[in-house]
């Protein structure tokens, strides 16, 4: 079936909506974390083990997400993920001890992992709909929805007021905050069409006909029916090796940028010697450039095309890491504006990372659901070894040649990215084709 534009619109709303109040649950998470941390007397040690028991959590879950999202459509698993995510942190902000919080902090963790794959897979939907890149300002929403949690859950503690009533209080109010977004996402389809405001049909009944989705696509090619949630299953689909070498940027990318979450502030603090007031100015710059290219970088792919803005990223990262690495070695009046220049280009290219390749895996067909939940696996997996990874060389050597492994894997973002998605166009013109803005 064809797709209004003000359908489209709607559900572009919608998943703006999701992406916010994903990132605002995970900013209440994140902020109230000191406050869970003294009320249940942790420690370093048990409160590592927490998060890492999210992470597992999520990991497991986003496997299992998208052969769900596959049958039953995103919409669906919309439906029941993004509440559910909002509802699980009532467990750890209710646990009454580390045993407790051990438990449901896997549960949390698999609500997060949920969401993520059915959210990401509806934005690959709308941005079909839409013929345009839309995902990337998604990601940016994600990230104001996390500085609003950590916003709100400041001024809650600067009145003297209870971080854990905060935390039960979003698990009982976000959760219906997320239905009227939900009630605006796109309709479940029939297996016959994939939808697009042009009103063209990307396969065609009954597995036979011919393709027509744009005339970016693959006009003439034959194509089966869709699956249930709308992603193509006829034709090629995408081959896994493919999907593992996007995979592979993606870890790259989610690593490269957990090293400047974790250690852009203790690198100006340690290797730079700034002021610990100062120090936390680097993450600051980083954050703020890759929020705000995410917020308006969509009209880049739509001019240069997936690969060569997936190769312009990897670049800029990389060129950003080495003014990092480079910045001990000039003059003390320019080490710290050097850091600050490169953390800022680091931000501006990994911004892109993610919206591109999410993009292309959904623009291939085939089991989008399966192909997104692998790649988000890879990346999500980039974010909870590479703190570790880091620290451990860190010990051994240095910071600085612990930075050396991010540097690395952001050029590798571009080596591996751009390929799959050169090949990926070649079975699906319109992964790599620049789209109208």
Request: aromatic share 8%; net charge positive; with cysteine.
């Amino acid at each position: 079936m064809n797709i209004s534009l003000a359908v489209a619109r709607r559900a572009r709303i919608a998943v703006f909506g999701y992406f916010f109040l994903a990132g605002f649950v995970m900013g209440l998470w994140a902020a109230g974390l000191p406050s869970l941390n003294d009320r249940l007397d942790l420690g370093p040690a048990r409160l590592g083990s927490v998060l890492l028991l999210i992470s597992g959590g999520a990991l497991v879950s986003m496997l299992i997400t998208g052969p769900l999202v596959d049958r039953w459509s995103s919409r669906a698993v919309c439906w029941v993920s993004g509440p559910l995510s909002a509802a699980v942190l009532l467990g750890p902000a209710l646990a009454p001890g580390y045993l407790w919080l051990a438990v449901l902090a896997v549960v949390f963790g698999m609500g997060l992992g949920v969401t993520e794959v059915a959210m990401n897979t509806h934005s690959v939907e709308v941005e079909h709909a839409y013929g345009r890149p839309i995902i990337s300002a998604f990601h940016g929403t994600w990230s104001l929805g996390g500085a609003a949690g950590g916003g709100l859950t400041a001024l809650v503690l600067q009145a003297d007021l209870d971080a854990q009533a905060l935390l039960v209080a979003a698990a009982v109010v976000v959760p219906f905050v997320y239905v009227p977004f939900a009630l605006r996402l796109l309709p479940a389809r029939p297996s016959q069409s994939v939808p697009s405001v042009d009103g063209q049909m990307s396969a065609a009944a009954d597995g036979g006909g011919e393709a027509g989705a744009g005339r970016e696509a693959d006009q003439g090619r034959e194509a089966a029916p869709a699956g249930r949630g709308g992603a193509r299953r006829g034709g090629p689909g995408m081959r896994w090796g493919l999907v593992a070498m996007l995979g592979l940027a993606a870890f790259a990318g989610h690593l490269s940028e957990g090293a400047a979450i974790d250690w852009a502030a203790l690198h100006a603090r340690w290797v730079l010697g700034t002021d610990p007031a100062a120090a936390p100015i680097a993450y600051t710059i980083f954050s703020v450039a890759m929020t705000a290219v995410r917020l308006l970088g969509d009209p880049i792919r739509g001019r240069l095309g997936s690969v060569r803005t997936i190769q312009l990223a990897g670049l800029l990262a990389t060129c950003g890491y080495v003014l990092v690495l480079v910045s001990p070695l000039v003059g003390e009046a320019l080490r710290v504006a050097c850091a600050w220049t490169g953390w800022a280009l680091a931000g501006v290219g990994l911004a892109t990372v993610v919206p591109v390749i999410f993009s292309a895996v959904g623009a291939a067909g085939g089991q989008v659901g399966r192909a997104l939940s692998l790649v988000t696996a890879f990346g999500y997996s980039g974010l909870l070894v590479g703190p570790a990874v880091l620290g451990y060389v860190a010990e051994a050597f240095s910071l600085p040649v612990a930075l050396i492994v991010p540097a690395v894997l952001a050029a590798a973002v571009a080596l591996t990215g751009a390929p799959a998605i050169r090949a990926l166009s070649a079975e699906h013109p319109r992964v790599a084709v620049p789209v109208r803005s």
